[in-house]
């Protein structure tokens, strides 16, 4: 079955041609115009496979639809703007946002982007299931099978990539992973810009599983070398 992707795009004619482009590489596309739009879809008609979303908006903005899309759903979103000011890659990238495509773009790199993303989403259910105690303490339990993370018997809600990012670590825990390691792992050599996006959900990861994200001690940073997991810490 191909691949659903909803494009949220205000300018018709760019929307339209993303949207030819993308159905000639076999994908199913819905289109919005707007993020009220996109929103209404996801509610009423149900979750993409991959959501496509620009910044530049009219009404709600970019940021602010990821956001209320990553209030419930998981869905993988790739942001494609011609906004690449590091501010704004970041600023989507800490909205929820799994990857960011500058435009003008070719539709080849953003095919691979999406192909990655559907990787990372087939991958998690194709593993034998085995749960990984992270701090017993204070309960925390990664199970990358069954996609979950729950801390004191409470799901934590990640997205696709933090989850990945997680999983990475802990199958490799007490080593140092370099930024440039793990683009190669989670982004399956799909990402071509800063090598700082690793840093920017490393940070949002340790808001949602650390005692205190100030003081991180289980996702430790190794100054010049990258990032450690020490389970049980």
């Known amino acids: 079955m191909s691949a659903q992707l909803m494009i949220v795009e205000d300018d018709t004619r760019v929307r339209e041609s993303l949207r030819l482009a993308m159905e000639d590489e076999g994908y199913v596309v819905a289109e919005a115009e707007s993020a009220e739009h996109a929103l209404e879809h996801v509610h009423n008609v149900g979750v993409p496979d991959v959501l496509i979303v620009d910044l530049m908006l009219g009404g709600m903005d970019g940021f602010t639809c990821i956001r209320e899309v990553r209030r419930e759903h998981d869905v993988p979103i790739i942001v494609v703007s011609a906004r690449d000011d590091t501010h704004d890659v970041v600023a989507a990238l800490e909205a929820g946002a799994d990857d960011f495509v500058t435009k003008p773009f070719e539709v080849k ?3 691979a982007r999406i192909r990655a993303v559907g990787r990372r989403t ?27 993370v729950r801390l004191a018997g409470e799901d934590v809600h990640l997205t696709l990539t933090e989850f990945r990012l997680l999983c990475e670590l802990a ?5 140092v992973l370099s930024r440039q390691v793990l683009l ?7 990402f071509f810009g800063d090598d700082r996006i690793v840093d920017v959900h490393i940070r949002r990861l340790r808001t949602k599983i650390e005692r205190d994200p ?15 997991l020490d389970a049980g810490s």
């Open 109 to 111: 790199e953003l095919t």
């Open 171 to 175: 199958q490799n825990d007490g080593l």
């Open 122 to 148: 087939r991958n998690n259910t194709e593993r034998e299931v085995v749960e990984l105690v992270l701090d017993a303490d204070r309960q925390l339990i990664l199970c990358p099978e069954r996609g979950s």
């Open 184 to 190: 190669d792992k989670i982004w399956d050599r799909g």
């Open 214 to 228: 100030a003081e991180p001690r289980l996702i430790v940073t190794v100054r010049g070398l990258g990032y450690r």
